[in-house]
């Protein structure tokens, strides 16, 4: 097969920059972006064929082979470095997958031969599924770490048990038979910083105090969490989604995905939740699951040695980061198959599923809450939803749509404006301002200075009996002395009305802080900060709603379904939808939010109600825009990446946008035969391009092939230490046979080994559309371009042609 005999010829594909290789462990792995190979074969899955029917473009495979010579009879040993990539460079999924397709031919037809290699079958066949259990396992494990540390650390900055330290609030008090119905969170046990302090529990003196040391805490957590951030992982920074969605399409960002970067973003995303910023740990830890993945993943050669087998293996481990971050196994698989994967085959979708389960069932073994639960806030609703709450519904939804179109566009403008001004150049400095700024709003407000996610928690929880909260301060007009679950509808008393200003005050504070916080230099999630405000949008009008339906019973929208007496509206059912709507704005998720949210709360009752507002949400913000905050970051930061949802709206052919253009200079091309090592060399110092074409010569134009410009460097100099008699002036020669050449000439270099003998091609007059197309479904990196079977044109470009100059080092149209 010609895909098998591409693969063993050493048709690699590398990027150019750099000389040196590096397949060291987490450095290697990173990359995402796009590429995938010039090498089309009839065996391989991936390409959809070597023709492609159409009336004004023909897709070939350029150059011609001998398909009886096996490929590795021409190279006598592999060339070290060729076939690695480097740092900021993609890989090539043609090649990688033509790779594992042989490795498994070679283990295949060795089982038979003994015990010992039917045993390294069964390892190979049964690694995929041992690589994503110790994902699962390890992700659980730290996802639970991480929810008992910050929680113990968000209560450090009001007080301290003083029977155990390493108590929370709420575990410190559970003990306690001091504690009242009122003032359940009060017991000796538990002392505020003001009673350790100056001994006082209330007055000015201790509200001064807790205030101080409120903000001394939130500062210290910031500054230790940025400056470990800064000094030892800079890559720990931020969600981390947007990298990873571009390391999934094949890009290269080594150390994202390392040990260092775990470690730090465990700690630091503990410091950074504690600290009190407007942010959440739910987006980071997909990151570090996808660490956990890449490490673990180099306990296995099949996965360790293959790019694109690797990223397998981190869309199954990004599932598990879903499913412990929100306790939603299917969500999480679902959201990597969504939002995050480029490259998802069935057998990953099984991976993902049970590294999921796993994950899962860790997290719910520690029992991180004490609620015997995934989640923190679960709910359960005791009334049914009615046909009018729709118009509600479809109001929050609309609120989402609009809230994500403004603070997309507002936390863009404000990260381009820290890249390009001296701001940008103090990261410490601005995460301590942010913090200070933060702290010092958020005390006096008490829904502010909740845990964020102990504030959505209440604004999802039903009124019942037993609930405290000032949200539930109702008047009763009924005799109280029978309890049941379902309340009916009373008129709000003057906690809900105070409780509602002060919702009001914390909705336009969340709005704002969470522009400037998403994007400083600690790690920063953005779910829960937009579920908090959908949150707080939807408990408030789930209240007016509720208010409404009580003194306008009468109303024809009330009056066949909402009597007197009745339990009609339940306001924390308005707080999950308005959650959902937000959160669907600003991501534009839609399947796998609907199930995040339902697998988050247990409300499967009300799927048609989230369907209704996350679908509204995008609509409106697909108004403004088409991208979500990913998408936007992943522009923002310059990396190669084709999004599927992007429409090419270009009339152009190929032949409009190759190089070179009219007036451009020459194309740089090498011919079979005719060049020497001192031109090669001089060709490579000269220009700045990712490969150079292959032609029989100067006047025929005929494409033979197509060489990287790292593989030839890598060649030439492996050839002069060697080889002896390579000097400068040797021949180079790419064709099969070396042409006679004098007696006294040096030795040749024989480089056809390098030569990729099938780089995809497009004639001249495809439309770019197609080309687009192409590159999105095949995860091109370089295409030529041909004219009655004569190379005419190349070009490198990032990913379209209004962007040809962008990013050199990523996915490249080669004309």
Not at 764 to 790: A, S, W, Y
Request: proline share 4%; with cysteine.
């Amino acid at each position: 097969m010609e895909s098998e005999q591409l693969f063993h010829r050493g048709y690699y594909r590398n990027s150019y920059n750099s000389i040196t290789s590096a397949s060291s462990d987490e450095e290697l792995l990173d990359g995402a972006g796009v590429i995938m190979d010039f090498q089309t074969s009839e065996d391989d899955n991936l390409l959809d064929g070597d023709t492609a029917v159409g009336t004004h473009y023909t897709m070939t495979n350029g150059g011609s082979i001998n398909s009886s010579t096996h490929l590795l009879d021409l190279l006598d040993e592999p060339i070290p470095g060729v076939g690695t990539y480097d740092d900021f460079h993609t890989i090539d999924w043609v090649r990688e997958k033509c790779k594992d397709r042989e490795r498994h031919r070679r283990i295949n037809s060795k089982k038979k031969e003994s015990a010992w290699e039917m045993t390294k079958s069964l390892y190979d066949a049964w690694s995929g599924w041992l690589v994503v259990t110790l994902t699962g396992l390890a992700s659980g494990a730290l996802a639970g770490l991480i929810d008992i540390a910050a929680d113990w650390m968000t209560d450090l900055k009001e007080g301290i048990c003083l029977s155990a330290l390493w108590y929370n609030h709420e575990q410190c008090c559970w003990g306690s038979n001091e504690t009242t119905f009122e003032e359940r969170d009060k017991c000796p046990q538990w002392k505020t910083w003001a009673e350790l302090i100056i001994g006082q529990a209330e007055g000015p003196g201790s509200y001064i105090m807790n205030y101080i040391m409120y903000i001394f805490w939130a500062l210290s957590f910031a500054f230790l969490a940025v400056s470990l951030v800064k000094v030892f992982a800079p890559y720990a920074c931020g969600s981390g989604i947007p990298e990873i969605k571009t390391i999934l399409s094949g890009f290269i960002i080594r150390g994202y995905l390392g040990k260092w970067t775990l470690m730090i973003k465990t700690i630091t995303l503990v410091l950074a939740v504690a600290s009190g910023l407007s942010l959440g740990k739910e987006g980071p830890l997909v990151h570090v699951a996808c660490c956990c993945g890449n490490i673990f993943s180099y306990l296995f050669p099949k996965y360790s040695t293959n790019e694109a087998k690797k990223r397998e293996v981190l869309s199954a481990a990004s599932a598990a980061g879903v499913s412990v971050a929100f306790g939603a196994p299917i969500g999480g698989v679902l959201f990597s198959l969504e939002e995050v994967s480029y490259y998802f085959p069935l057998k990953t979708l099984w991976r993902s599923f049970f590294a999921a389960l796993v994950a899962a069932f860790v997290l719910r073994s520690i029992n991180p809450f004490g609620n015997s639960r995934l989640v923190l806030f679960y709910v359960e609703y005791h009334t049914p939803w009615y046909l009018f709450e729709l118009f509600p519904f479809i109001l929050l939804g609309v609120f989402g749509g609009l809230w994500g179109a403004f603070f997309i566009r507002a936390n863009i403008a404000w990260c381009r404006r820290r890249k390009s001004t001296k701001f940008g150049k103090y990261p410490v400095l601005e995460v301590i301002i942010v913090a200070a700024i933060t702290a010092v709003i958020a005390f006096p407000n008490p829904y502010t200075r909740l845990n964020t996610s102990e504030l959505i928690k209440e604004l999802f929880t039903d009124c019942g009996p037993l609930e405290s909260s000032s949200l539930c301060d109702y008047r009763n007009d009924m005799n109280a002395s029978k309890i049941v679950d379902d309340i009916p509808d009373r008129p709000a008393g003057i906690g809900v009305y105070s409780a509602i200003w002060q919702l009001c005050l914390a909705l336009i504070f969340k709005i704002i802080m969470t522009v400037f916080t998403f994007g400083i230099k600690v790690p920063s999630g953005l779910f829960i900060p937009s579920m908090a405000i959908g949150a707080i949008a939807g408990r408030i009008v789930g209240i007016a709603v509720e208010q409404l339906a009580y003194y306008h019973h009468d109303w024809f929208i009330f009056k066949e379904w909402c009597e007197v007496g009745a339990d009609c509206i339940t306001p924390g059912l308005y707080a999950m939808v308005g959650a959902a709507a937000c959160l669907g704005g600003v991501t534009r998720m839609t399947v796998s939010l609907v199930v995040i949210v339902f697998e988050l709360t247990g409300g499967l009752e009300y799927i048609v109600p989230l369907m209704a507002a996350v679908m509204t949400s995008k609509w409106v913000g697909d108004a403004f825009g088409r991208e979500g905050i990913y998408e936007a970051h992943i522009r923002l930061n310059g990396y190669p990446f084709l999004d599927a949802k992007e429409e090419f709206t270009h009339t152009t052919l190929a032949a409009d946008v190759m190089r070179p253009r009219r007036n451009d200079p020459p194309l740089a091309v090498l011919t079979q035969d005719n060049m020497t090592v001192d031109d090669i060399e001089n060709m490579i110092n000269e220009t700045s391009y990712n490969g150079f074409p292959v032609i029989m010569s100067k006047e025929s134009q005929r494409l033979v092939g197509f060489a990287l410009r790292r593989d030839l460097t890598i060649a030439i100099e492996s050839a002069r230490k060697k080889q002896e008699g390579i000097v400068g002036s040797s021949r180079v020669c790419f064709a099969q046979h070396t042409p006679s050449l004098p007696a006294e000439s040096p030795r040749p270099l024989k480089l056809r080994s390098i030569l990729d003998m099938s780089p995809f091609t497009v004639t001249d007059h495809t439309p770019m559309e197609i080309v687009v197309d192409i590159f999105r479904k095949l995860g091109l990196r370089q295409c030529l371009v041909t004219h009655n079977g004569k190379h005419i044109g190349d070009r490198i470009c990032d990913s379209c042609p209004e962007k040809e100059e962008k990013n050199r080092k990523g996915r490249t149209f080669v004309y």
